[in-house]
Nanobody, 115 residues
Framework: QVQLVESGGGLVQPGGSLRLSCAASGSIFNINAMGWYRQAPGKQRELVATITSGGSISYADSVKGRFTISRDNAKNTMYLQMNSLKPEDTAVYYC?????????WGQGTQVTVSS
């Protein structure tokens, strides 16, 4: 069974940066897309950024120009570089890997942006 493990969350001041990592415990084949989602208290989980198997990338409007999604296939790891963080970015961040017959989620990592 594949496991996704996020790391890199924490407490940061507004304007600061964090880099999240999502490491897969095993090889995953026939991936359609990988992505980062987040869920703030009292709100629905929302898409932050995705990268398809073909390399196409998309971002939520709220993070465009501040966040960057990337992947290292050799390390089975996906990243989310978050710059110019705002209090409204506070949420639990989840990584996701999906294909036609599977949809894997990590356990989540807390990001808190506060002074």
């Amino acid at each position: 069974q594949v496991q996704l493990v996020e790391s890199g969350g924490g407490l940061v001041q507004p304007g600061g940066s964090l880099r999240l990592s999502c490491a897969a415990s095993g090889s995953i084949f026939n991936i359609n897309a990988m992505g980062w989602y987040r869920q703030a208290p009292g709100k629905q989980r929302e898409l932050v950024a995705t990268i398809t198997s073909g390399g196409s990338i998309s971002y939520a409007d709220s993070v465009k120009g501040r966040f960057t999604i990337s992947r290292d296939n050799a390390k089975n790891t996906m990243y989310l570089q978050m710059n110019s963080l705002k209090p409204e970015d506070t949420a639990v961040y989840y990584c996701n890997v999906r294909g036609v017959v599977f949809n894997f989620w990590g356990q989540g990592t807390q990001v808190t942006v506060s002074s």
